[in-house]
């Protein structure tokens, strides 16, 4: 069992930025694909950005704002997100995978976080 647990999620004004940390237990963190999702009230859950070592995939949507690292010495995964718009508005989950491949679908994630709220208002 890996344990995900996210923190740093808040209200923000449009424009801002934001770092979320997720800090992972129980199995050996540097062999698992970390993720990061997000899912707004009515919509699907929805890829944000996943890192395996260095180096990161980003959703069309947050490319170009949003930085994903990992420090496995702390077990813990990054989202750094800048000029954050309204329509980033979401819960954002943490998610692992056993594995090397990067994928972006929540389905192949076998462990996720409780989220944590991120509101951008305008």
């Known amino acids: 069992q890996v344990q995900l647990v996210e923190s740093g999620g808040g209200l923000v004004q449009a424009g801002g930025s934001l770092r979320l940390s997720c800090a992972a237990s129980?199995?050996?963190?540097?062999?698992?694909?970390m993720a990061w999702f997000r899912q707004a009230p009515g919509k699907e859950r929805e890829f944000v950005a996943a890192i395996r070592w260095t180096g990161g995939v980003y959703a069309d949507s947050v490319k170009g704002r949003c930085t994903i690292s990992r420090d496995n010495a702390k077990n813990t995964v990054y989202l750094q997100i800048h000029s954050l718009k309204p329509e980033d508005t979401a819960v954002y989950y943490c998610a692992a995978e056993y594995g090397v491949v990067v994928t972006t679908t929540p389905n192949n994630y076998d462990y996720w976080g409780q989220g944590t709220q991120v509101t951008v208002s305008s």
């Open positions: 129980g199995r050996t963190f540097s062999n698992y694909v």
